[in-house]
Nanobody, 114 residues
Framework: QVDVIESGGGLVQPGGSLRLSCVAS????????MNWYRQVPGKERKLVAS????????TYANSVRGRFTISRDNAKNTVYLQMNSLKPEDAATYYC???????WGLGTRVTVSS
């Protein structure tokens, strides 16, 4: 059975940092493109960052470019989202997504507040 489980969310002050993790099971995440999305209540889920299966090419939403970094550790079958200089508008539930498997995690909540 394939699955992804997110973790690392929590409460952080503006300007702070968090690192989200997406642990994959039942498949080798290093062979697949992986995405991070985020969603706030009442709004659509939006793509934040992607890492490709080939050469680990990364792409980012304009709103997070320069502050967020997506990466992977194939030995741990895990994809990360390092989030720096967090802003209140970054608060959301963050989801790991595997497009080729049509697979979503349950999400991890990020709150940015003083």
């Amino acid at each position: 059975q394939v699955d992804v489980i997110e973790s690392g969310g929590g409460l952080v002050q503006p300007g702070g940092s968090l690192r989200l993790s997406c642990v994959a099971s039942g498949f080798i995440s290093g062979t697949m493109s992986m995405n991070w999305y985020r969603q706030v209540p009442g709004k659509e889920r939006k793509l934040v960052a992607s890492i490709s299966s080939a050469r680990d090419l990364t792409t980012y939403a304009n709103s997070v470019r320069g502050r967020f970094t997506i990466s992977r550790d194939n030995a741990k079958n895990t994809v990360y989202l390092q989030m720096n200089s967090l802003k209140p508008e970054d608060a959301a539930t963050y989801y790991c997504h595997v497009p080729i498997l049509h697979l979503w995690g349950l999400g991890t909540r990020v709150t940015v507040s003083s």
